[in-house]
């Protein structure tokens, strides 16, 4: 009877050890990530998407990519929790830093700290060639698609057209159906701050010809003495087929952050994993030919996780990081 015993409580320790849930890398990480992206059809999920299959290869856990609706979202969804990574552009992180947008609801919102440099983001403004428009300021009387609420075009074109002059009417949603509303010739033009190619204006270039409307060196000069934490940017000509000059902008940098309860050695390696598997990122999308460890310096002012600051001191990555 003993012996018999023995065996039911050996194979019930077998069965365990196969079914058993499957735990975290290391025992005080949490058992899975989730990354805050933006819509289908922009850069931040395409980008996500690539990140999360990188990171739970390397990491030996389980990471998603979310849909929302872009940076103001996922800083909102680190105070909550609910995300551990997030995508942002600095200047609605500056937003939330300061709780200085609507957005914010007037809270400043500092639980994000800075991870890696992703990639500029440039504003590109697009219409359907055979629209006849030229110019932004055509643009008023018009509607004009500008991606989710709480993206980066939502929160900066309103602004952008006050500054111009342009009185549009914008339209939300998410890029893909936005895109498709062009198409159909419901939206008169896309507003976009995204990383480039961008994906819904490569699908619109298979569908048809298109026009992108440039900024005045006098709107470009405008729109940074109105909102400081603009840089210049530049598509560079050819990044879209119907592209043939180099198209001259203003932009913002993206970052990836994460929560600040995000253990360090678990952050040091999600920047060990980016920075490895560098070329397979660039393969999910082009922009991220730019996340490369010394642009890092990009970010002036959100803090570093403990984690990201003492990978780029052990790489010797020339620069001033910034904690707590």
């Known amino acids: 009877m003993l012996r018999f015993a023995a065996k039911i409580v050996a194979m019930f320790l077998v ?20 990354i ?11 980008y996500g998407e690539g990140l999360a299959r990188i990171l739970t290869r390397v990491l030996d856990i ?14 909102l969804l680190l105070e909550a929790g609910e995300i ?16 200085s947008a609507p957005w914010t609801g007037g809270k400043q919102l500092r ?4 991870l890696f440099p992703m990639y500029d983001t440039p504003f590109q403004f697009m219409v359907r060639e055979e629209s006849g428009f030229r110019s932004v300021g055509e643009l008023t009387g018009k509607r004009v698609g500008i991606g989710p609420q709480g993206g980066t075009s939502g929160a900066y074109i309103p602004e952008f057209f006050k500054v111009l002059k342009v009185d549009a009417s914008l339209v939300h949603g998410d890029w893909t159906a936005l895109a498709n509303q062009i198409h159909a ?28 409307l440039p900024l005045t060196p006098q709107q470009i000069l405008d729109l940074r003495l109105a909102m400081p934490e603009l840089g210049t940017s530049v598509v560079g000509a050819g ?3 119907s592209l043939r000059s180099n198209y001259g902008t203003v932009g913002l940098y993206n970052f990836a952050v994460a929560h600040r309860d995000v253990p360090a050695d678990l952050a040091y390696a999600i920047l060990e994993a980016v920075f490895a598997n560098h070329d397979e990122l660039v393969e999910v999308h082009s922009a991220a030919a730019e996340t490369v460890p010394p642009n890092f310096t990009h970010n002036t002012f959100l803090p570093f996780h403990d984690g990201a600051s003492r990978w780029y001191q052990n790489k010797g990555v020339v620069g001033v990081i910034r904690n707590d």
């Open 62 to 75: 389980p990471v998603t990519a979310r849909a929302t609706e872009g940076p103001g979202q996922n800083i």
């Open 185 to 212: 010739g419901t939206l008169d033009a896309l507003a976009v701050a995204a990383g480039v190619p961008f994906p819904s204006f490569n699908d619109l270039e298979r569908k048809g010809k298109v026009r992108y």
């Open 36 to 46: 805050g992206t933006a819509s289908p059809g922009g850069t931040y999920y395409a």
């Open 239 to 241: 990044t879209y087929p």
């Open 111 to 114: 639980t994000m700290r800075a």
């Open 84 to 99: 551990q990574i997030g995508f942002v552009t600095l200047g609605v992180a500056l937003q939330g830093w300061n709780g």
């Open 15 to 34: 069965l365990c050890a196969i079914y058993r849930p499957a735990s975290a890398a290391e025992p005080h990480w949490p058992p899975s990530l989730t």
